[in-house]
């Protein structure tokens, strides 16, 4: 490439810090499709004859062949993934190879490359997040009956079931799943055709060479095209979420597996144990995706200021988009994989769940409802239920052993059907309304998101 323009070779430090090749030899795939298509496009335009076409068709698979084998040797002072395998292309084949680039310039080839790889990854990291609501299906079906405290300001709030607890996971998944077939929509643009910045002379039929890369759409604006990192910032951003979102559930199932809590247990196969203390099991598998999360927004922030006030078009500050992003695939593909593989082991102590639930405390709501259903103001009920429950700490008496007499001298309203609202069951039941937990709501979702996520494979 310096041939002609340049009359010493880089310094070997300045080759050093610019390669970039021991780590995008990863897009090797992507750039061999790209590669293999714009030859094609090329015969098409004449630019080189159908046998020159045919063997570097030949050649691309032998290489790729190469790489998957282990026998490529990828060469640093050759930069990047794109000048290896153009180099190793035209020492296996001659003279034909020196033709590929033409009407191309690796600033499209790379934008090319990268929106493969993460049309690919948004295809894998889906797969994976609907393993791991299936996992979450799976634990919700098991336990519709385990009826549990819900939490607010990590206080005892209202009773739930666990199965709608792990309900409320999915829908989160859920969206991060919609959010990555957002991201798809806008990364499945065709960029090759866009050159350095300005097209070529050269005039290749790009929607042609889409479709055979299997391409929705072709980029309008080559100036644009070869500029654009979006789609890496809004995958970035998707993977985050993700990492957010399993993080939130790490921290549920930390906290939950406390001796303090005693609702859950990891298994020993995602335990870890202390090398000092020999009592100790640790959720190691949910902290470390807990800590991981951190690196994710990292990767995230890292791509926005590194793209934030870039002249247009292309500038070599882009070669740096990879690492974050990379790091950011490869860490949300092991989670999500760990908790598919976690949460089916996980063991649920219903007992201690049901005993936690059946604290009087979380009804005092439901008593406060129980008197707006026969007339009175909510705020005037809270009130009497706040009062009711004050003096109940202060006496050291539980809220549902106050008898009738005592209420009344509150309420008149109160009466013998009170003691209803102490039973789980029956306040699970009225809670009915759309998204609420009761019974039925929640054997519902599980039915839609059977039907939606299907039992695996
Ligand atoms: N390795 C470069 C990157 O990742 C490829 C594009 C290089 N283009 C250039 N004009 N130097 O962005």
């Not at 050093?16 to 090749?21: A, D, L, N, P, Q």
């Not at 993460?118 to 979450?136: C, F, G, H, P, W």
């Not at 791509?303 to 078009?313: C, D, F, Q, V």
Request: some cysteine; proline content about 3%; overall charge positive.
């Amino acid at each position: 490439m310096r041939k002609g323009r340049f009359n010493t070779p880089a310094a070997e430090i300045a080759q050093r810090y610019s390669e970039s090749v021991s780590f995008d030899w990863r897009l090797y795939r992507y750039d061999i499709a790209g590669s293999t298509a714009h030859a094609a496009a090329l015969a098409r335009a004449r630019i080189m004859t159908r046998a020159e076409h045919r063997k570097i068709e030949g050649g691309l698979r032998a290489i790729q062949q190469q790489i998957e084998s282990g026998k490529f040797q990828w060469d640093r002072s050759r930069e990047d993934v794109h000048m290896n395998i153009e180099a190793a292309l035209t020492k296996r084949i001659g003279p034909a190879g020196a033709k590929l680039q033409t009407a191309r310039s690796r600033n499209d080839q790379v934008a090319l490359d990268m929106r493969l790889y993460v049309k690919d990854e948004i295809t894998e990291v889906s797969s994976r997040l609907r393993n791991l609501r299936r996992a979450l299906l799976n634990l919700a079906e098991k336990h519709v009956d385990v009826v549990v405290p819900g939490y607010t300001h990590l206080q005892r709030a209202q009773p739930i079931t666990f199965s709608h607890y792990l309900l409320g996971q999915i829908e989160a998944f859920e969206r991060d799943a919609e959010r990555l077939r957002d991201c798809l929509v806008r990364t499945d643009v065709l960029p090759l055709g866009s050159g350095a910045l300005a097209g070529s002379t050269i005039v290749l039929d790009r929607e042609l060479i889409a479709r055979q890369l299997g391409f929705s759409r072709v980029s309008q604006n080559s100036t644009d095209a070869v500029s654009d990192r979006d789609f890496v910032c809004e995958f970035l951003f998707c993977l985050a979420v993700i990492g957010l979102h399993l993080s939130r559930l790490s921290e549920d199932l930390i906290i939950w597996s406390t001796s303090e809590f005693g609702f859950l247990e990891f298994t020993d196969a995602f335990s870890t144990g202390s090398s000092l203390m020999p009592q100790k099991r640790n959720p190691d598998m949910a902290e470390l995706t807990r800590g991981k999360t951190g690196r994710l927004y990292g990767n995230l922030m890292s791509i926005l200021t590194m793209t934030k006030a870039l002249p247009s078009s292309y500038n070599r500050d882009l070669q740096e988009d990879k690492k974050p992003l990379f790091d950011s695939v490869d860490t949300v593909r092991a989670a999500l994989e760990i908790f598919a593989a976690m949460l089916p082991e996980l063991k649920v102590n219903r007992k201690r769940m049901q005993a936690a639930a059946s604290d009087p405390n979380l009804f005092a709501t439901d008593l406060a409802e129980y008197l707006v259903k026969k007339g009175i103001p909510f705020r005037k009920a809270h009130e009497i239920v706040g009062s009711l429950v004050a003096e109940c700490a202060r006496k050291g008496i539980a809220l549902n052993r106050v008898s009738l007499a005592e209420l009344k001298k509150r309420s008149v309203l109160f009466d013998v059907d009170v003691a209803d609202v102490f039973d789980i069951r029956h306040s699970l039941s009225q809670r009915r309304a759309i998204g609420a937990p009761s019974h039925e709501n929640v054997a519902a979702q599980i039915k839609r998101w059977r039907a939606y996520l299907g039992r695996g494979d």
